[in-house]
């Protein structure tokens, strides 16, 4: 055996530093050495970190209404305060904190956050308390930021430009001061960041109580990210690069690992990084079950195994079974209102030139109190056959047929473009012979809704329980209705129902909203408590699980404020948050211009610098110190590649989009500027032996100044729009409206 082979695995472990190798700048003789004391580090972190809450906390309780997503997660807080079961496309961890809040200060969850502007006063909601969580974390990411720079031995002045590039953004700010999950998720991407960078640190001292200690850290920040918006996979891809980074530098031969030494490398990394967040997130999931355990909202998106392991809600208490020849009222889902019909016709000849069946219309009406009354919003469920089924139950999967009662009609759809959607088919209402010759075409056949086989699903129908899609036989279209555009005025403004080809869209689900005729004495009448049934947790995870990415993906309906992320990394865009027509408020969502364009040249900057490096290094030209090379291609590489990672995934992604998707990204550019800041302000030339090595400090300062002020400008000239609590005269509000951004009260 050959000497070397013998002294495999003798020599001391090496692991490398991948995201900070040891800079070898001689500090002693460098302007920056005596900035770079504690103290200094010290000072700086307490004046962002106090910026940070002044910029979080100043005027928390304004606006003292509902302001855009609150309407989402205030009223999730609200379901868990109520056990009532809810979906959400979210996993449970940042609504868990939310609700914990409301918990500890006694709120009962009575206010159910239904409408943008509804007064939190009015309501007596503790909205401060729940804004508070997100200040708090708003805050925290400051430190964080701060703190993460420092471990990467960057100086003070480039901790301080970062920090500030987040503390006076707008749209940092705002996020962090609203009843939303945006300031957890920031916060636990800058956290996983930090204690990954500090792990590193210790990368010469493998299994040490600190080595463990911040990896264990870094697992359980990445568990928080994943835990609270599934966009935390692209942090677990930019801390995977790292960690592989290791790894394979860990295999190397030179580095005297054997193949054992590496393997426990390996499995400590998998335990850490990867079990055991999959166990915290795990659990986060089993808390939520075991909150929600009472009949909701979310049902109508569950299996029915999985309904019936919920306790009746009251509006169960109202439900009643459905049978055939009942009269009943149809509603629609998504949108609140009934199916209805009257004696008007569709015209022959549309606005567009196209023709119509000229046959009577079939609509849907608002539901309002007294509408179940209204005769033209009544249907009778009739069996396919015309063999009669009185007291006989109806089924998800039956085939049916349905009598208009204020016409005596049957529904039909045919092969004719509906009013507004020429794509789709139209409804209308058939009589009489005409009826019996085109019988094929008046069956419908009820599938449940939850996606679930339709040749095996059979459940039985209950008003208001059961949700159901209304599949015609003949052409195998659901009928579908719709609200972002009413029919014109031959149609009374009401909304088109037309016959949708896409059968599985979310959109095109009804219920049987209430029985008519039914008799006081109907034995339906009498409620009858259901049994409790209890399933497996991971069967319960995994169907929800399941509906979660589904729904998340089918998720591309239009929004007048989506955007496309060719536009965020320039803040071209916005959203309008919130505003008020009396006092001429408002909240507009974007980012601090100046900062974002910061951003974005120091990132193209960035790819000119190592283009560059590699470009003369193939001329055998090294224009860079060893030093400079690793801050460049190990520090500012891997910021870098994290802002990659949190950014294009989205040019993949069909769903809707909107410019809070960047700012995870927007941070980690932020940490990237202030480093690259600092390496264009040293003296990274190999080519001049005489100069000293390091960085120019002055010259530092006055750059981080001179970025600084004008970022910190446009954060006080926004300021109106950010904390909605200043009305502007319209000329103001022209002079803001910068780039696309398109404000309200401009005239």
């Not at 050495?33 to 972190?45: C, D, F, Q």
């Not at 997660?73 to 979210?90: E, I, M, V």
């Not at 149809?330 to 000849?349: D, F, I, M, N």
Request: glycine share 4%.
């Amino acid at each position: 055996m050959s000497q070397s082979l013998r002294k495999r695995g003798t020599k001391k472990s090496n692991v490398s530093n991948v995201i900070n190798q040891e800079d070898d700048y001689e500090l002693e003789k460098t302007p920056i050495s005596y900035k770079n004391s504690e103290k200094a580090y010290y000072v700086g972190l307490v004046a962002v970190t106090l910026l940070a809450a002044y910029t979080r906390f100043t005027k928390l309780g304004t606006p003292s209404r509902v302001v855009f997503d609150e309407v989402h997660f205030g009223k999730f807080a609200s379901y868990y305060l109520q056990r009532t079961y809810f979906f959400d496309l979210h996993p449970p961890f940042a609504k868990l904190l939310i609700t914990l809040v409301g918990y500890l200060i006694g709120y009962d969850g009575k206010f159910k956050f239904d409408n943008i502007n509804d007064s939190y006063i009015d309501n007596d909601v503790p909205y401060v308390a729940f804004r508070s969580l997100s200040a708090i974390l708003g805050v925290a990411i400051i430190p964080v930021m701060y703190l993460t720079m420092k471990t990467l031995k960057f100086s003070v002045p480039a901790c301080v430009l970062s920090c500030i590039l987040v503390c006076f953004d707008n749209a940092q700010v705002i996020e962090s001061r609203l009843i939303l999950l945006d300031a957890t998720l920031i916060f636990s991407v800058a956290l996983s960041i930090f204690t990954y960078v500090k792990f590193t640190t210790y990368r010469n001292k493998p299994y040490s109580k600190q080595w463990w200690s911040w990896l264990y850290a870094t697992g359980i920040s990445l568990s928080c990210v994943i835990s609270t918006k599934y966009v935390g996979v692209f942090t677990y891809v930019t801390i995977g690069i790292g960690i592989l980074y290791e790894l394979w530098y860990l295999l190397d031969y030179d580095r005297g690992l054997s193949l054992g030494d590496f393997a426990k490398h390996f499995f400590a990394r998998l335990w850490a990084l990867i079990v055991v967040p999959f166990i915290i997130y795990l659990f986060w999931f089993y808390l939520h079950f075991a909150i929600l355990t009472k009949s909701g909202p979310g049902d109508s998106f569950m299996s029915a195994e999985f309904q019936e392991t919920l306790e009746e809600s009251p509006l169960a208490r109202l439900s009643r079974d459905v049978h055939y020849h009942d009269i009943i009222t149809v509603q629609h889902k998504a949108t609140g209102a009934l199916l209805h019909s009257h004696e008007a016709v569709y015209p022959l000849r549309y606005e567009d030139g196209r023709i119509s069946s000229n046959t009577q219309q079939v609509t849907c009406v608002m539901n309002e109190d007294g509408k179940e009354d209204d005769v033209n919003n009544q249907w009778e469920i009739l069996p396919a056959s015309d063999e009669p089924k009185h007291g006989q139950k109806v089924f998800t999967n039956d085939v049916i047929r349905l009598r208009h009662i204020g016409t005596s009609g049957i529904l039909l759809t045919h092969d004719v473009a509906s009013p507004l959607k020429p794509t789709n088919e139209e409804f209308t209402i058939v009589y009489g012979d005409e009826a019996a010759e085109r019988s094929n075409e008046t069956l419908f056949r009820l599938r449940f809704s939850d996606g679930t086989s339709p040749s095996t699903k059979q459940k039985l129908v209950r008003t208001k329980a059961t949700n159901f899609r209304l599949i015609h036989v003949d052409t195998t279209v659901a009928m579908w209705t719709h609200d972002d555009e009413l029919l014109p005025d031959w149609g009374f403004e009401q909304q088109e129902v037309s016959g949708n080809k896409k059968i599985q869209d979310v959109d095109n689900v009804w219920t049987f909203e209430t029985i008519v005729n039914l008799p006081a004495d109907d034995p339906r009448n009498n409620y009858t408590p259901k049994t409790i049934r209890r399933i497996p947790f991971l069967k319960k995870w995994w169907e929800l699980q399941f509906l979660m990415f589904y729904h998340n993906n089918i998720l591309s309906s239009e929004h007048p404020f989506a955007s496309s992320p060719e536009s965020w990394p320039l803040a071209l865009s916005g959203v309008s948050f919130w505003n008020d027509n009396d006092e001429k408020k408002q909240v507009f969502f974007t980012g601090n211009v100046i900062g974002f364009w910061i951003e974005v040249c120091f990132l193209a900057i960035y790819c000119g610098l190592v283009l560059a490096d590699q470009v003369t290094r193939r001329r055998h030209v090294y224009i860079l110190t060893r030093q400079s090379r690793s801050r460049l291609y190990n520090s500012l590489g891997f910021l870098f590649l994290g802002w990659l990672a949190h950014y294009f995934p989205f040019y993949l992604m069909s769903r809707q989009k909107f410019l809070h998707h960047y700012l995870p990204a927007h941070l980690i550019a932020a940490l990237f500027a202030g480093g690259l800041v600092e390496f264009i302000c040293s003296n990274n030339s190999n080519l001049d032996s005489r100069r000293l090595k390091g960085v120019h400090i002055t010259k530092l300062i006055i750059m981080v100044s001179a970025l600084s002020i004008p970022i910190i400008w446009f954060f006080f000239y926004f300021r109106p729009i950010i904390y909605g609590d200043v009305s502007l005269p319209p000329q103001e509000v022209v002079k803001r409206q910068w780039l696309d951004i398109k404000l309200h009260y401009s005239k």
